[in-house]
């Protein structure tokens, strides 16, 4: 089998020569090679504050589209959830009620709408199968937590805020993907 | 015993102690930072500016565990096997020769707790009742774990101890003395005992790593085989003392071998400077802990170099070389010294 590195060793089970049987100067080799690493680049990034760089089209956090108007997007048709193939989401469809033309731009929409962060496996199916261009993964980390339950992440960690500050930027991704296509 | 000097010596004896902790608490921070930057890592830095004050945290996070004792367990050995442990690492202080005397007001006061006239002997005495506590806490958990964890420790100990009792008395024979202090000042400036007596130190420093349970002798505490070892039934505080208690062995087994090979509170190159006694005497300290901080440093980094024995390459080793080897230095410095008096013609 060819080796991906030229550092590969075979093992052999071959008797000990006398100096590998007195130990000491292999310790003595060994430490010299990690007296080297002391002083070497160390590779730790420090999240949260430094960030690993990613390539353009990498997939993170989910964010749920509201449009020009401010109203979701999502129309809890479900066919997200039927793509998932991690069976991350879940969802509760509701009636919009009159009065409610501002919140939601579909006459049904999601009262619900959960993602669990530690099924998902950020395929980007979901955002594929989204008839309402409701879905999209961004280039966020989906943040550290300590318990399991908080990685559910409902409606108040997917859906972007009204305001124009408020809007989860897509672009970087919806970019460098025309730039593949072509 | 005057009042001046008594005072000085309970300020002394505060002041070892604080020490021996401070010192076996930052080396846990020493630990984890080396481990880090052997492997390319940052290790701990959240803590304070680069995680400084991880130990305090450390110790917090201790205290606040439950604090467990099993239903089955023998309640009175329970608490007495991590307390034993702790007595004996702190008590080793007491007769290393922390530095040369201090003279204040036309009086002479010496660095050093207490002069015993037998010092080696003690020191091994004490690090000896601490096979106790290992032994006595790993039978209190009455967990199979616990109790081979123990048996290993207690016979690794016993193996390793013979070569080490036998190194030293090479060097006591050479020196013709068991006084800690008379030994540092017969080892001036650059005249260490290592230099004369290269083979005993390298066996008494295997065996010091054997006898402070430290890779790659940590076999007590295997992780792959017996869970946590001797201290697997163990929580809160009472772990803590166990995992403390190395830290400091390991403190005192530097200053030891400072002591014992590395010319203790000497220095080389400042015999000419004509710097006062006591100016020359703090420096000594200085100088002590410089050697001292290098072999907890040597410790850490065998550590993370290399990987632990099987039990029966370490009974080999033990038995079948450190031993011998230790008699063939004994024969060899008898020899020596026969041929130096003049006994010994050839
Ligand atoms: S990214 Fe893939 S796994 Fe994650 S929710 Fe969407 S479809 Fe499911
Ligand atoms: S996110 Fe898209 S696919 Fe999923 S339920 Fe809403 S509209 Fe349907």
Redesign the interface.
Known sequence: MQSLTNRSKVVVNKKMSFMEKIY?PE?AK??M???R??F?????I?YPEQKRPVAPVWRGWHVLKRDELGRENCTACGLCAVACPAEAITMTAAERKPGEENLFREEKYAAVYEINMLRCIFCGLCEEACPKEAIFLTDRNVPVDLLRDDFIFGKDKLLEGVQPEKRIDISVRARAHRQIEN | MEYSELIFKIIFVIAVFAVSLLIAMYSTYAERKIAAFMQDRIGPDRAGPFGILQPLADGVKMFMKEEIIPSHADKVLFILGPSLMMLTACMTGVVIPWGNSLIINGQEYIMQITDVNIGILYIFAVVSIGVYGIMIGGWASNNKYSLLGAIRATSQMISYELAMGMAIISLVMMTGTLSLREIVLQQPGAHWNVFYQPLGFLIFLVCAFAETNRTPFDLPECETELVGGYHTEYSSMKLGFYLFAEYINMFISSAVIATLYFGGFNMPFVAGLGLSHNTLAVLGVVFFFAKIFFFIFFFMWVRWTIPRFRYDQLMNLGWKVMIPLSIVNLLLTGLVLLWRNGLFHF
């Open positions: 000491l310790i060994g430490m090679i990690t007296l690493h002391l070497k680049k160390k590779v730790t420090k």
